[in-house]
Every structure is written in C-alpha cells, then in structure tokens.
C-alpha cells in the first residue's frame, strides 16, 4: 500500500504540473480536480500508515537501538521518561491533525490551506514529525493488541 500510494503520488503530481511534461499531457488531465485531491491528500495518508507500519515493528527497532547506544538509566528515570515523551507526542500528534485538518484532506475535501501550513517550516515539520509520532504509537498499541 506504502509504494502503491507513493507511485500515485508521483504520477497524479506530473498530470497536474504545469511545467514538468506539459507539452505532452492532455489539459483535461491538466485541470483534473481528483488527480490534484489523490496529490494533496494521499501524502496524509501516507503518513498515517508509515507510523503505523513503523509501530508495528517498534519492537525490533527499539532492540536495534538499545544495541547501539548503550544508556544506563535507573528503570524509574526510564519510565519517566518515556511517559512524558509519550504525553508530548500525543499531544503534538492530535494538535497537529487537527491544525492540519487531516479527517477533511482524507475525505478529498478541497483545501487550500490550513493553520499549520501558516506556520513557519520549522514549526510545520515538527508537527508533521508530532502526527508521525501519534501514529507510531497507534502501531505500537495494535502490535500489543495483536499479540
């Protein structure tokens, strides 16, 4: 589904560019409504089910890392920690859907802008870095639903 999605993606984006192939692309295909929607709201999608994918196998890549960076926390620092960075995450992961209006972008509804995209690019990629994140933890959750 990742690939299918991203191949989408790329296609739908050269139909409805005006400067890559433009000689060669039909204008109906130019000025298609639904191939500018599939190119706006596929990469939510996208990033809802890389998180996804990523926190279903949180498991391998949590030993994967504990491999190569050796810390030495006391279990309560431990658990603190991953509470609090686990309460940020959610919390930057659901503001962030909602600024970014992601129930409306995979309904295909037709949006120009929105309160995340007004924000400067360092504040814009951490939320989309928050709503990764949110859906991370999704996988995570399934992974251990499904055990």
Known sequence: MLIAGVLVIVLSGLGISNYLLKELMPLAIQRSIALHQYHVSLPYALLILSGLHWGLHWHGW????????????????????????????????????????????????????????????????????????????GGIVLGKIGK
Request: no cysteine; hydrophobic share 55%.
């Open 62 to 137: 949590q030993k994967q890392w504990q491999k190569r960076i050796s810390w030495s926390l006391s279990p309560l620092v431990g658990r603190l920690l991953a509470v609090g960075l686990t309460a940020f995450v959610l919390a930057v992961g659901v503001w962030s859907s909602f600024m970014n209006r992601v129930g409306d972008r995979l309904l295909m509804k037709h949006i120009f802008a929105t309160e995340a995209t007004n924000q400067p690019g360092e504040i814009y990629a951490l939320l989309l870095a928050g709503m990764l994140g949110l859906y991370v933890l």
